[in-house]
């Protein structure tokens, strides 16, 4: 293959739409756990309770995903699940909102940061943070297509600095009431997702 029809073939992939994939069918054929934070890492396997909430934030009828369930069950595996389908698939920037800065450090660092180094999938699409010029730190990770920030609910600053395609809001019966004089936290952080259509 000859240098133009390479550069043809790089083009070719750039502007290539998405993959036609569900986040469970990404998550069951790319998806690592690390044992950082899974009582059996590896492979995963999407579970029958845990599809439909999984394919629904692929879905493109769906623009909201509430889940209620019981403690250490689905809701942060579902939202590490759709934040690696989105950096792989369908790149848009990301927003996961918690209740404290501790919060979203923590969940960073006992959560993403191992992820993206055991998901292959992953791991050459987001730039370790230690990376010269990587731009990622605890709180945002940068990958091709988008950011990945993560940020507390009681800063609003933080819940209304950025555009987003996707929010992941997590333990929101733990947020604080009010953002002061901004209100919502939850109404800050869904407004900045207005610009995006799908």
Request: hydrophobic share 40%; proline share 6%.
């Amino acid at each position: 293959m000859n240098r133009a029809e390479q550069l043809l073939a790089e083009v070719r992939k750039e502007w290539a739409p998405p993959i036609k994939q569900s986040v469970s069918e990404w998550a069951d054929k790319h998806l690592y756990l690390s044992p950082e934070y899974a009582a059996e890492s590896g492979k995963w396997t999407t579970l029958s309770f845990q599809r439909e909430p999984m394919d629904c934030i692929s879905g493109s009828d769906v623009w909201q995903v509430v889940i209620r369930s019981c403690t250490q069950l689905l809701k942060t595996s579902v939202i590490q699940a759709a934040i690696g389908w989105a950096i792989d698939v369908d790149p848009g920037p990301i927003l996961v909102v918690l209740p404290r800065d501790q919060d979203a450090k923590k969940f960073s660092q006992e959560r993403i940061a191992p992820m993206i180094r055991d998901t292959p999938r992953l791991t050459d699409k987001v730039a370790a943070d230690k990376s010269r010029n990587s731009g990622n730190t605890i709180e945002e990770k940068w990958f091709r297509g988008g950011i990945l920030a993560m940020t507390s609910a009681s800063v609003p600053a933080n819940l209304a600095r950025r555009a987003t395609r996707y929010l992941f809001c997590d333990e929101e019966d733990k947020w604080e009431a009010s953002a002061g004089v901004e209100g919502k936290p939850f109404a800050l952080a869904l407004k900045r997702t207005a610009t995006f259509r799908h």
